[in-house]
């Protein structure tokens, strides 16, 4: 069985099992546990991200497989790359990949490929497992990353995952995780009035007017891909709200309001 090791504990999150947990710990902000169909969740390093990600996940009812959907930064792999065997480690444990999910995504898009490379040092996935293992250590994964924002391409692809989760009969047992992370390395109020546009498009369920808000505002937000798929899966398979839990950015630790990275926490039900 292929084990996807981490790359980036150490440096992102704390390396060891104990200190992990305590990091964790440390940063959740424990909220009523509720059934939702999917969660926005940012990626950084968990000194700056962490809070808002781990109070995002605090109030969800994590599911039996959780659908990651996130960007490849690093250009390796396929353009739309699903890993659809094997198990990711961790240092709280290792989680594997449903396979018979997974295969039938792949069964059912014309553009999804099954490519482990892309996965190998890309961190957008990865930095969420340890918090999602921390409020539930028994889910599998199946983990997907985008290389392209080709609208139609996106379309596709969320229609091709809803129809596989309907015929699966999995509507119900899975989580689905749009990972990215908000305006990059700009000064904090510009930062802000960014994302408030991006955020209040996502509230509302709206993914043309959040690809809007994208391109026109030019936001720097490194997962939109994937997020417009999630919007548009998350409709798809009945999601009728979303809701804002926090956001925050990097100035909060840094105290640097000259070039802030923003963060933000959304549930969708």
Request: charged share 25%; aromatic share 6%; with cysteine.
């Amino acid at each position: 069985m292929q084990i996807r090791k981490p790359v980036v504990a150490g440096q992102f999150y704390e390396a060891g099992r104990q200190e992990l947990i305590k990091q964790i710990s440390g940063l959740a902000k424990h909220r009523e546990a509720k059934d939702i169909l999917a969660c926005i969740l940012p990626h950084a390093g968990y000194i700056y991200s962490g809070k808002v990600a781990a109070e995002t996940v605090s109030g969800i009812n994590i599911k039996d497989t959780v659908i990651l959907l996130g960007p490849n930064h690093t250009g390796h792999g396929a353009v739309f790359s699903l890993m659809d065997e094997g198990a990711w480690q961790t240092p709280l444990g290792d989680i594997k990949i449903d396979s018979e999910l997974a295969k039938l995504f792949l069964k059912k898009s014309t553009l999804l490929e099954s490519d482990a490379l892309a996965h190998l040092y890309e961190h957008s996935l990865e930095v969420e497992l340890p918090i999602l293992q921390y409020f539930r250590p028994d889910f599998k994964i199946v983990p997907i990353a985008f290389m392209s924002a080709n609208k139609q391409h996106l379309k596709s692809i969320a229609s091709e995952l809803a129809e596989a989760i309907i015929q699966s009969k999995r509507l119900g047992l899975v989580t689905l995780v749009a990972s990215s992370d908000m305006t990059h390395y700009e000064p904090l109020e510009s930062a802000e009035r960014k994302d408030k546009a991006a955020i209040e498009a996502m509230l509302k369920l709206d993914e043309e007017k959040f690809l809007e808000s994208i391109k026109e505002l030019d936001i720097s937000m490194c997962g939109y891909a994937p997020v417009y798929v999630l919007l548009q899966l998350a409709k798809l398979l009945g999601a009728k709200q979303a809701h804002l839990v926090r956001y925050d950015t990097s100035a909060s630790v840094s105290k640097d309001k000259t070039s802030v990275v923003g963060y933000a926490g959304i549930t969708i039900n």
